[in-house]
């Protein structure tokens, strides 16, 4: 087994999804294994390298989204007793595009030197965060929104759900069905089990949205403009029934709390804290 298990997930666009897997096989095939979570794929739309296909009546009629369709993937490979043979993992959405080098290699290697980082995350061109890295190219933050996560096994130990309903509750609340404030959530978890979260400019990555905006139809979701109201209002709504916050910014004041007792406890990392 290679020391890193990357997870696609698709949903009806096998081309961009074939076009990444291909990309990570010739520059980071060496040190990872490559799944394609199908998340409700019609048959005549799946991948050629589909690992799983989440062909259920629920998920084939509304997708499975980010957080349902990771959790069923990590939650194969744990399954198929796989999970512990991997140090990291690579969580990648098909729209997700990298440069052309190593990428996954970097992040490894980041994660070997650094073993208090639970989660790590390439930078994007289109962040502000990017100019305020000084000399160095990692930096600690309580807020990443991507949909590229790069995790620490060690990290993942302490908070996967093993007892039930692995598909919905594996690593993300599957209840929070589009995902806002869900990066909040495992980021707070994170420092709350002494795991810093990192944004490194080693690695680039870039979200190409074209594919929401042009392809919505296929994908079988709702237009950007609609996704993107409905993302937010679910998310508010289950922020509030969970937390009780009211607020985005509730829930990254609670991330904060968590991120600044972490540099109290391991000082050693303040030069990667912000300010």
């Known amino acids: ?7 696609i997930l698709n949903r009806n666009l096998p081309k961009p999804t074939d076009k990444l897997y291909q990309h990570i096989k010739k520059y980071d095939g060496e040190v990872t ?14 991948s050629k390298y589909c690992t799983w296909h989440a062909n259920w009546k629920e998920a084939t009629q509304y997708g499975l989204r980010y957080n349902r369709g990771m959790n069923f993937g990590l ?3 744990w399954k198929e ?23 996954v290699q970097k992040l ?7 073993k208090k980082i639970g989660i790590l995350s ?3 061109k ?35 759900n093993i007892e039930k309903n692995l598909s919905m509750n ?39 949205e074209t594919y929401l905006k042009k392809h919505s139809n296929q994908i079988k979701t709702e237009s950007y403009e609609t996704n993107i109201k409905l993302y937010i209002d679910e998310g508010l709504k289950w922020m509030r029934k969970k937390y009780g916050f009211n607020n985005k910014w509730d829930m990254q004041n609670h991330a904060k709390t968590y991120y600044d007792n972490f540099f109290v406890n391991y000082p050693e990392f303040e030069k990667y804290k912000l300010f």
């Open 1 to 7: 087994m290679k020391p890193v298990a990357t997870i």
């Open 170 to 208: 594996f690593l993300f609340d599957g209840s929070n069905f589009r995902g806002f404030g869900s990066e909040l959530e495992l980021i707070a978890k994170s420092y709350a089990n002494d795991f810093g979260v990192a944004i490194t400019k080693e690695v680039w990555c870039e979200e190409n």
């Open 33 to 46: 294994d490559i799944y394609v979570v199908e998340a409700g794929s019609d048959k005549d739309k799946l």
């Open 126 to 160: 289109k962040w502000e965060e990017r100019k305020i890295f000084g000399k160095n190219n990692l930096k600690f933050f309580w807020y990443i929104a991507n949909n590229a996560y790069f995790l620490n096994k060690k990290f993942l130990e302490k908070v996967v």
């Open 108 to 114: 490894l290697t980041i994660i070997r030197k650094n």
């Open 75 to 77: 939650s194969q490979l």
């Open 81 to 103: 007793k796989k999970f512990n043979n991997y140090e990291a993992f690579f969580l990648i959405t098909n729209d997700t595009e990298l440069e052309n080098k190593k990428s």
């Open 122 to 124: 390439p930078c994007s």
